[in-house]
DNA sequence: TTATTTGCAAACGGTTTGCCGATTA
DNA sequence: TAATCGGCAAACCGTTTGCAAATAA
């Protein structure tokens, strides 16, 4: 279990409000609840917030998530359909396989994205 | 080198047009002219479009790519900048490598997109 | 107190769509 | 000729931003 969101944030300056705590709050739990796979968007990230404290504005999501992201805790992704989500976790698996791709093509690796659109398989142990 | 754009719209029954045509030639060209990391947007589509017939408007150019798309012509990328590329090709190489990291989280691969930003390196061969 | 943040609503940029005249097969 | 297409402009949708009031440090 490495640092919380306010630690972070703590530690980067950057001021922490209400808000802010609640979207962290957010954050941290859609991973324990939702499981790994668990990727919000704003339009989601907003209906959860808004339980919590409905005077939060979509307006303040999105700010916060892009300062989240500034500040390496949140990556962005954009997927189809043109909403972006974010998510915390870094696979290393897939950055491995993604190094040995680059390179073969001559490439150094400076960022990477990988999306796999899968079906569960049912007969998995 | 396989089947034009043109015999495949023949062969799908998708109706050619004087716009589809140029539209087509200017996606196959720009492989040619550009090498294959050439994934235009719709404005860059535009622009060359315009060049050669300045009165296609660009919701042409939006319907004929997601015409395209539809038809297997073209593949769609969400990258970031809100702006969606296309390209025709497809890497072998990736699908495999993609393939395998699906199977070993359970997952049967039904679509994929792999995106890597690189450096290119000066002391490849 | 001072710099920063927030909510609101308007603006923005890429994409889609309804209408209707033009074009394809 | 019948079905489909294309141009235009308006609509759409996710995201950003200017402003004035509220708040963190």
């Known amino acids: 279990m490495s640092e919380t969101i306010e630690q972070i944030c703590q530690k980067k300056g950057v001021k922490l409000t209400d808000q802010r705590r609640i979207i962290a709050k957010v954050l941290s739990e859609s991973k324990e609840v939702y499981g790994e796979s668990d990727h919000p968007d704003v339009d989601e990230l907003y209906k959860r917030v808004s339980k919590l404290d409905s005077r939060i504005s979509i307006a303040t999501i999105y700010r916060t998530v892009k ?59």
């Not at 001559?106 to 079906?119: A, Q």
């Open 67 to 125: 300062l989240f992201e500034e500040s390496g805790i949140l990556t962005k992704h954009d997927f189809k359909g043109g909403k972006a989500r974010y998510e915390t976790i870094v696979d290393e698996e897939i950055e491995k396989l993604q190094k040995k791709v680059a390179e073969k093509y001559g490439y150094k690796l400076v960022d990477h994205k990988l999306e796999l659109y899968g079906i569960k398989k049912l007969d998995e142990k």
